[in-house]
């Protein structure tokens, strides 16, 4: 998998708008949104014209994520999203490349709630995956207090180790924090973790979603570089 781009941003209210990331024509665009923090619970969540959602509005005592997937054709400008409820609000957008576009999504979300300051692991796991196949994960806190802010400390691991990519912040109550693991072996994906921190005290909130994208089916086509290998084309991303 290559990520192509990534974007943010975080906003106050009923709606949020986030930047088309960088794309060509067939990658995967992946729309995260998260709304809480300062005492919020379920809402609904208006999913964004042409995408599919894949992980179910969920929530704790602090927010409700949200996570949307397309194949890139021609994108406008932004994405934007209608919360039910007045809150802070983060959103992440993410292109992908090489990944297959037509395989049904696998999502598992994991719940979690603290009270006071510390940290706390999100066990998330259930998923298998093929030989090579890439896993991608929102990560999102929100808290009753203003500050410090929550953040996401810790990457997840595998037991390798997730790279976060993006961090959407609202500087007051909450974060969400995209992830990515490529070429993870074939079979049953046992529970991960990440730790994320609570700086003040009061109710926390955890949520997270993990997917998995499966690699390119059928013979993909390259100007220059190509190799072929029992059958099978080798992708490389550019």
Same mark, same amino acid.
């Given at each position: 998998?290559?990520?192509?781009?990534?974007?943010?941003?975080?906003?106050?209210?009923?709606?949020?708008?986030?930047?088309?990331?960088? *794309?060509?024509?067939?990658?995967?665009?992946?729309?995260?949104?998260?709304?809480?923090?300062?005492?919020?619970?379920?809402?609904?969540?208006?999913?964004?014209?042409?995408?599919?959602? *894949?992980?179910?509005?969920?929530?704790?005592?602090?927010?409700?994520?949200?996570?949307?997937?397309?194949?890139?054709?021609?994108?406008?400008?932004?994405?934007?999203?209608?919360?039910?409820?007045?809150?802070?609000?983060?959103?992440?957008?993410?292109?992908?490349?090489?990944?297959?576009?037509?395989?049904?999504?696998?999502?598992?979300?994991?719940?979690?709630?603290?009270?006071?300051?510390?940290?706390?692991?999100?066990?998330?796991?259930?998923?298998?995956?093929?030989?090579?196949?890439?896993?991608?994960?929102?990560?999102?806190?929100?808290?009753?207090?203003?500050?410090?802010?929550?953040?996401?400390?810790?990457?997840?691991?595998?037991?390798?180790?997730?790279?976060? *990519?993006?961090?959407?912040?609202?500087?007051? *109550?909450?974060?969400?924090?995209?992830?990515?693991?490529?070429?993870?072996?074939?079979?049953?994906?046992?529970?991960?973790?990440?730790?994320?921190?609570?700086?003040?005290?009061?109710?926390?909130?955890?949520?997270?979603?993990?997917?998995?994208?499966?690699?390119?089916?059928?013979?993909?086509?390259?100007?220059?570089?190509?190799?072929?290998?029992?059958?099978?084309?080798?992708?490389?991303?550019?």
């Amino acid at each position: 998998m290559a990520i192509r781009n990534s974007t943010q941003s975080v906003s106050s209210g009923t709606t949020i708008s986030v930047n088309t990331p960088t *794309y060509v024509a067939g990658d995967i665009i992946v729309l995260a949104f998260y709304t809480g923090g300062n005492g919020s619970a379920l809402t609904t969540v208006s999913t964004p014209s042409g995408f599919t959602q *894949y992980s179910l509005p969920s929530a704790v005592s602090c927010g409700t994520l949200a996570c949307f997937w397309k194949v890139a054709a021609s994108e406008p400008g932004s994405y934007s999203t209608t919360f039910g409820a007045s809150n802070v609000n983060a959103a992440v957008a993410v292109s992908l490349s090489g990944r297959n576009s037509t395989q049904t999504l696998t999502a598992q979300t994991a719940y979690a709630a603290s009270l006071g300051a510390g940290a706390i692991s999100v066990p998330v796991g259930g998923l298998t995956a093929a030989a090579g196949d890439d896993l991608i994960g929102f990560y999102a806190m929100g808290t009753n207090s203003p500050t410090p802010t929550p953040s996401l400390t810790t990457a997840p691991s595998l037991p390798s180790t997730f790279t976060i *990519y993006q961090q959407a912040n609202s500087g007051t *109550y909450n974060d969400l924090s995209f992830c990515a693991l490529s070429g993870v072996s074939a079979g049953s994906i046992a529970n991960f973790n990440a730790t994320m921190t609570n700086g003040a005290a009061g109710a926390a909130a955890y949520i997270a979603s993990v997917v998995n994208f499966a690699q390119v089916a059928g013979p993909t086509y390259y100007p220059q570089s190509r190799r072929r290998r029992s059958n099978v084309t080798v992708f490389f991303p550019r």
